[in-house]
């Protein structure tokens, strides 16, 4: 039986030995695609206002983040075909109220599953994407190029009025795929995704865990479960998840299995790093990112790498099923030889 008043809240944690876990969540989207087009003239801008709420107590919305969250989110959208064809320009802002809590994080001595405290956050976003690909579903030619930076608040509610500004940072991420169909049976993709987390007015402690990248997975470094790649090895940040900086590259040959029957064989391999920008002894001294993602004593002991095969179900001739197995090539104490994954759609 499902009791309500056991939700997960910071100041009423869960039973960890009772508790049905499960995700709800809702959405009002209020959508007009023809805004400002009778009154200003202005073609092809929509405008969109979503209040929402999401509890996640099965991790499967933010990579294994367990969350509560209610927000509003107010965005344009304007598409950009005058000066690019599929050229698309995004803006909006976003506040939410928000707490969260790792996945595999332990239950406190009582058997509950406490959620960090809540936090109240506003976001500015822009995005800006150009997509070329000749199906966005199954692409075998084209490319796709999107940037998105990010202002975001520190907790505007938790503590003085200051900390809003105090705690702010900037957050970039990049990312870029392209297609070469190098015969008519083979499809080489490749993507690459760059990502910097930028403290503003000398920030000194990590960003919260729904704001961090984090590097592992079917959509990142396939070998890995979800999310488990850690940014500092052997120091005591390994407890933290995600890190600040993110560098990842994909490769992936496609060609035709059975050819009759829509299934497809892959061939890949997938590089990332991942860094927190912290030194790995003081908790409050920040350092540069590239620094700490290629330390100078051992460029390469953060860079983790795998390499695999797959099947592609195409249903019906566009959606693929995809199955990777994926090995590591640098693999660590305790890790193991790698894993199976399994998704609805490619990752890049």
């Keep these: 039986m499902l009791q309500l008043a056991e939700f997960p809240f910071a100041d009423s ?8 876990d499960f995700l709800v969540g809702a959405e009002l989207v209020f959508s007009d695609p023809r805004f400002l087009r009778t009154t200003a003239g202005v073609d092809r801008l929509s405008l969109t206002i ?7 107590l099965l991790g499967v919305t933010s990579n294994n983040l367990l969350r509560e969250e209610l927000g509003l989110r107010l965005e344009l959208r304007k598409e950009l075909d005058e000066l690019l064809e599929r050229l698309v320009l995004t803006g909006g802002l976003q506040g939410k109220w928000v707490a969260t809590r790792a996945l595999d994080a332990p239950a406190d001595s009582q058997g509950r599953r406490l959620f960090s405290p809540r936090r109240t956050v506003g976001k500015f976003y822009l995005e800006a994407s150009l997509d070329r690909r000749d199906s966005p579903l199954n692409p075998t030619s084209g490319f796709f190029v999107q940037f998105t930076p990010q202002l975001v608040s520190g907790d505007a509610l938790g503590g003085q009025a200051a900390d809003a500004l105090g ?16 015969s008519r049976a083979l499809v080489l993709g490749q993507s690459v995704r760059y990502g910097q987390i930028v403290p503003l ?3 000194d402690i990590p960003v919260p865990d ?5 590097l592992g997975g079917v959509a990142t470094v396939r070998g890995f479960a979800e999310s488990s790649i850690i940014a500092n090895y052997g120091s005591w940040r390994d407890q933290l998840r995600g890190g600040q900086f993110i560098l990842n590259y994909n490769a992936e040959l496609r060609y035709p299995l059975l050819r009759p029957l829509n299934v497809w064989a892959a061939t ?3 590089v990332g790093v991942l860094a927190d920008c912290f030194s790995d002894e003081n908790t409050s001294e920040a350092v540069g990112c590239y620094a700490d993602a290629f330390p100078e004593e051992d460029r390469l002991s953060k860079v983790r790498a795998s390499a695999g095969l797959g099947l592609r179900d195409l249903i019906p001739d566009q959606i693929p099923l ?3 197995y994926a090995l590591l090539l640098n693999r660590r104490p305790g890790e193991g030889f790698g894993n199976l994954h399994f998704n609805v759609g490619y990752s890049f």
């Design 201 to 203: 007015f000398g920030r």
């Design 50 to 56: 979503a209040p929402y709420y999401i509890l996640d």
């Design 322 to 324: 995809l199955l990777d």
């Design 167 to 182: 705690d702010s940072f900037f957050k970039v991420t990049a990312a870029a795929s392209i297609y070469t169909s190098l």
């Design 268 to 270: 890949f391999a997938d």
């Design 13 to 20: 944690p869960l039973d960890a030995n009772n508790a049905v």
């Design 210 to 214: 729904d704001e961090r990248y984090v």
